[in-house]
């Protein structure tokens, strides 16, 4: 089939420097409907074209070992052993002979290459097995092949792979009626007030008695020792709600409404104000702090040694202030050991926070320098010890914390000068700053797992135009033990897809690098000039280009009807420096799009097949708010937009997503920007799509849109999906999507669906 496919639909063209001015790529109609025929199968024969790209390794209990499986060709399978001491990789059994063991047991049998084992252990001699098949475990002599049913229980245990040991930084006591952790009180809240308990003598006593059911107190946190009790008096708002109504039930003639609860920017939040409890007098301290009236109530961390003390972090509303506050809970006295101010935003959920049990230290994440970096705090003094990463890259993530050796093991990217700068890297330093330890200095996207204990790890490391590689290493000091798999492209490469390119060029600041990827029709001329489809999400949340290899996806398939596809990441996207990210702050219309149109064009500069005159661009949710605004803000650029389920309104979004970079209070900005605001100024070719069900992004904000359109007399197309929630429109949405850019970016009609039209290509 490959072979036919290849010969038959594939005529690649060697790219070489025109001789004259490319003409403008302008298929008849006969051939692109040929060019969708043939992306319907190039899609269908690509879906299992690559194989053992990446490893997932399970290890034996204390790390001595670990197995894996390859998926292969026709849904074949091969595992392997590995013993990283002797750097060895073998079967760990005859398939054949395992199968026929198996196959007297199984009810339905089993083929020897596909056997569907899902998970494995093994004896310290290696001389029996225990396999899992069909959620039951058998248990395999490896030497006479004798299979009998089996405990699950037999055997060394399997491990999976360790990622990382780090708690969620949110992660909190679970506040309830409880037991003190000494066992002396217990306490709980009746008709909205405390009440403490004696569990010896069951007396009781209620410590506060302005609380109702209206306004409880509640969220009782204890201190380890049991002798301080922290309560929160509670002032409830229920968020309002928002509706949709699901017009095509089975279950009744008549359209369902249905509603949510859903915060909207400027909208109040459940606010907690904060006392403390001594058991020993029982009396309610009021602390020293403001009402914690945003991101739900604190987490509490009580000092290791000394209980009298807890901490707890405050992000105030807006965005521009983060600390990190101790409290006395005898006195109810409070001190900032962290004070962080800023004049656009701070982007908590990407602070990272840990307590040392013993040294009273915290290990804490800051822009402050302008990156993202370690520093080590002083948690009973205040201040910073130091600082304990520098330079112009970001810290992205921590894996864990050795507290005994005083080790931070972190991912980071942006330090290997002269590649793609959001690669992922990784590392272990010391408290100190010093002795920083590259992990995988490959240039790649790198993915570790460890082995239990830490001593080995795997590392599946890849690029866009780099396919995957599998190694195992020595954790302490990163050598390599032995590779593992390189991904087998056999396949894919008789499909004579066009590996994607990674493409830099400078923002529209002529100095930051933009980065972003490429992917070229298989059979393009390189003497025509093809129109470009941008594939956009600006959420300042992230970075969203893929940095491993891209097996095959949407934008390879909606290239092979005739275009450039590309994307890339502007400013105002995350993973870079704190200047590159503030771009976003009060400005989500700007969504990088002077980036973009300076990216493409210096694309177009180097390559003159890229059509600059045909620009469109799709995208969906914040893609979906980015591609309409392309079309509002930039119209001598970009000329056609496919946007689903777009927040075309920052007003009518939610809330914690949209105060984050667009701020609080809700100003003038927010309607300035929003794409309902500026509808009358669209220009180019609009096709809107939403799902009538989407809990994400209310579906009124699309019709607002849509609304604005015809009362300015705009011409667009509106698809709404009934039943769908938030999505780009499903499988029927991406072919409508498609042949929009088919019709409005190389001037042909699609195909009629109506008539079937396509099922008469040969």
């Known amino acids: 089939m490959i072979a036919a496919f290849t010969a038959g639909l594939i005529l690649l063209a060697v790219i070489t420097a025109p001789v004259a001015a490319q003409s403008p790529y302008h298929p008849t109609r006969e051939e692109v409907l040929r060019s969708y025929k043939a992306a319907a199968l190039l899609d269908s024969l690509a879906k299992k074209s690559i194989f053992k790209s990446t490893v997932k390794g ?130 709980f809240i009746t008709n ?96 020293e702090t403001e009402l914690y009236d945003f991101l739900d109530y604190p987490w509490i961390h009580w000092r290791e040694n000394d209980n009298r003390f807890f901490v707890y972090e405050k992000a105030d509303r807006g965005h521009q202030r983060y600390r990190i506050i101790e409290v006395d809970a005898q006195t109810g006295a409070t001190r900032n050991l962290v004070d962080e101010k800023t004049n656009t935003f701070i982007y908590e959920s990407r602070i990272f926070s840990w307590h040392t049990k013993q040294t009273n230290e915290i290990i804490w994440t800051s822009e402050r320098d302008g990156w993202n970096h370690l520093y080590l705090l002083d948690a009973v003094k205040g201040g910073i010890k130091n600082q304990v990463t520098r330079g112009n890259w970001v810290v992205r993530e921590i894996d864990s914390v050795d507290e005994k050796k005083r080790e931070i093991w972190f991912q980071a990217s942006g330090m290997n000068v002269g590649e793609d700068p959001y690669n992922i890297h990784y590392y272990r330093i010391g408290f100190d700053g010093k002795n920083l330890v590259s992990l995988t200095p490959g240039n790649a996207n790198h993915r570790l797992s ?126 870079r420096s704190k200047a590159f990210h503030d771009v976003a702050w009060k400005n989500l219309a700007d969504a990088g799009l002077p980036d973009r149109i300076a990216w493409i064009k210096v694309l177009a500069k180097k390559y ?14 914040a893609g979906g708010q980015n591609s309409t605004g392309a079309l509002l803000f930039h119209p001598e650029f970009y000329k056609a937009a496919v946007s689903a389920a777009g927040s075309h309104d920052n007003r009518v979004d939610k809330q914690w997503w949209n105060e984050q970079w667009m701020g609080y209070p809700v100003g003038p900005h927010y309607g300035q920007q929003s794409n309902v605001t500026n509808a009358h100024k669209l220009k180019g070719a609009l096709f809107l799509i939403v799902g009538e069900a989407d809990n994400n992004v209310p579906p009124e904000t699309t019709l607002r849109v849509a609304d604005a359109l015809i009362k300015a007399g705009k011409t667009f197309d509106l698809l709404v999906v009934p039943g769908m929630g938030h999505s780009d429109g499903g499988p029927y949405g991406r072919i409508r999507k498609r042949d929009f850019f088919v019709k409005h970016l190389l001037g042909v009609d699609p195909p009629d669906r109506n008539k079937d039209e396509l099922s008469s290509i040969k």
Not at 608 to 621: E, F, I, K, N, Q
């Open 450 to 575: 460890f082995s239990p204990g830490r001593k080995y790890f795997i590392d599946n490391y890849s690029r866009p135009d780099l396919p995957g590689t599998s190694s195992l290493h020595a954790t302490q000091t990163g050598k390599l033990i032995m590779n593992l798999e390189q991904a087998d492209l056999t396949n894919y490469h008789q499909l004579n897809i066009r590996m994607p390119e990674v493409f830099v060029a400078k923002a529209r600041d002529g100095v930051t690098d933009i980065w972003g990827i490429v992917c070229r029709p298989r059979n393009f001329d390189s003497t025509k000039k093809y129109p470009v489809i941008e594939n956009i999400y600006a959420g300042p949340q992230d970075a969203f280009v893929p940095k491993n290899f891209m097996q095959f996806g949407e934008m390879q398939s909606m290239a092979e009807l005739g275009f450039i596809v590309v994307q890339c990441d502007g400013m105002g996207t995350a993973n």
């Open 192 to 287: 909205g007030n405390v009440i403490l308990q004696d569990v010896t003598t069951g007396t009781t006593t209620q410590v506060t008695t302005d609380g109702d059911t209206s306004k409880p107190y509640g969220q009782l946190q204890w201190s380890p020792d049991g002798k301080h009790l922290v309560v929160f008096h509670i002032r409830p708002v229920e968020e309002k709600l928002v509706y949709f109504i699901l017009s095509s039930q089975d279950t009744s003639t008549r359209g369902v409404l249905k509603s949510n609860h859903y915060a909207q920017p400027g909208d109040a939040f459940t606010s907690y104000e904060m006392f403390t409890i001594n058991l020993a007098d029982k009396k309610l301290v009021k602390t």
């Open 58 to 187: 399970n290890w034996q209990t204390g790390g001595d070992g670990f197995w894996y499986k390859n998926l292969l060709q026709d849904d074949n399978v091969t595992y392997w052993w590995v013993n990283p001491v002797t750097a060895t990789r073998q079967q760990p059994f005859d398939p054949a002979r395992t199968a026929t063991a198996l196959n007297k047991l199984l009810d339905t049998p089993v083929l020897a290459a596909k056997l569907p084992i899902t998970d494995m252990r093994f004896d310290k001699g290696h001389k029996k097995a225990w396999l899992q098949v069909r959620k039951k475990w058998y248990q395999l002599d490896l030497n006479t092949y004798a299979c009998t049913s089996a405990d699950s229980t037999a055997g060394s245990a399997s491990n999976q792979e360790v990622t990382g040991n780090i708690r969620s930084r949110w992660e909190r006591q679970e506040p309830a009626d409880s037991l003190s952790p000494d066992k002396q009180w217990r306490a």
């Open 608 to 621: 003159p097949y890229v059509d600059t005159s045909r620009v469109g661009l799709y995208g969906t949710s």
